[in-house]
């Protein structure tokens, strides 16, 4: 068997339901599923059986542990030589194992790659725009899986094959429930492995259905940036920084504005230059997604992802490189509501 794609889900039916439906879509058969939940109180055993007559597809449930320690339980029962992790809030496209074949036969000495991420026209319009502020250049400077980027690709855990034997020999994902798809992609290149973008190889992501949730994803998705650059010292490029630098200089911008008079040229200065970064945003989301609804959305949604970042980014930074406490994460018990 080639591929063992692992799904780690929590409290997700529905969207298990929409993944394993695009599966039989895939000209491909040599490829088991394996679905692993988390401990969750909403379960999709149910969701799995109905598929088991026409995917090779296997249910385990195992305490709640979150997904990295989930993705491991998932890939120790893995029989392919590939395996590759998704979220469980991905669909995917007819060709995606077909665009992975043709990559791997023509570059075999790969031993890790990563695909990006696209918003299906079904979608919600929020969900729309987030994906645009998660893969945008103007907010996370493409690192995210566009060919071009302002940061070296390494892949994430929403869409990732590794070697199985790769897997074994790095004892799989760590022990952080955020951000441990890159510390797995940092050590699988700090170890000397060689990984690749698969352009082709794109899937569909939800993502959080809302702002609120999203901003909860980004604010430990920054405090995560805080525990790898300490894993990973180096590790942090000035990409990262950005969101931080971008939250200090709005509340800046918002103090000043109290401060100083509105006919201050300073005062004018500063919010044309805001101005002109909301409307670059604007432009660039309606002119990817045809949509003035989705465009005005986007520019909400990329503020979220930039404060959201920014604070836990910051927050982080304060406790764990002013204060020295230990590692943390937010929101534990609602994140997902």
């Not at 709640?64 to 998704?86: E, F, H, M």
């Not at 034997?165 to 170890?191: I, N, P, Q, T, Y």
């Not at 949509?291 to 980014?313: E, R």
Request: net charge positive.
């Amino acid at each position: 068997m080639k591929y063992s794609i692992v799904v780690p889900v929590y409290n997700r039916p529905d969207e298990i339901d929409e993944l394993l439906a695009s599966l039989p879509l895939q000209p491909k058969a040599d490829y088991e599923v394996i679905v692993v939940e988390d401990g969750s109180d909403i379960k999709c055993d149910k969701v799995v059986e109905r598929y088991a007559q026409t995917l090779p597809v296997s249910y385990f449930f195992k305490p709640n542990s979150g997904p990295g320690q989930t993705r491991n339980y998932g890939a120790r029962r893995a029989k392919g030589d590939w395996i590759i992790v998704l979220d469980s809030d991905i669909i995917l496209p007819e060709g995606y194992l077909a665009a992975i074949d043709s990559f791997l036969s023509s570059h075999p000495q790969i031993d890790a790659f990563g695909g990006p991420d696209r918003a299906h026209p079904s979608f919600t319009p929020i969900q729309k725009a987030i994906n645009y502020s998660m893969t945008s250049f103007f907010t996370t400077g493409g690192i995210r899986g566009r060919k071009k980027g302002m940061d070296k690709f390494y892949p994430r855990s929403f869409n990732m094959g590794i070697r199985a034997e790769v897997w074994r020999a790095l004892g799989g994902f760590g022990k952080m429930r955020f951000g441990e798809d890159v510390d797995f992609s940092l050590r699988l290149v700090e170890a000397g492995y060689q990984t690749a973008l698969i352009p082709d190889a794109y899937v569909y992501h939800k993502r959080r259905t809302d702002f609120r949730k999203f901003f909860r994803q980004v604010y430990n998705s920054g405090i995560a940036r805080i525990n790898l650059h300490l894993l990973h010292p180096g590790s942090m490029k000035l990409v990262h920084t950005l969101p931080a630098l971008f939250t200090i200089g709005l509340c800046l911008m918002v103090l000043l504005g109290i401060i100083l008079p509105c006919f201050n040229p300073l005062f004018a200065w500063i919010w044309a230059l805001l101005a002109i970064y909301v409307l670059l945003i604007f432009v660039d989301a309606l002119f990817e997604n045809k949509s003035l609804k989705i465009a005005c959305l986007a520019v909400v949604a990329s503020l979220v992802q930039l404060t959201g970042y920014g604070c836990g980014f910051l927050s982080a930074a304060w406790q764990r490189l002013v204060l020295k406490r230990g590692e943390f994460e937010a929101y534990k018990k609602n994140f997902y509501k």
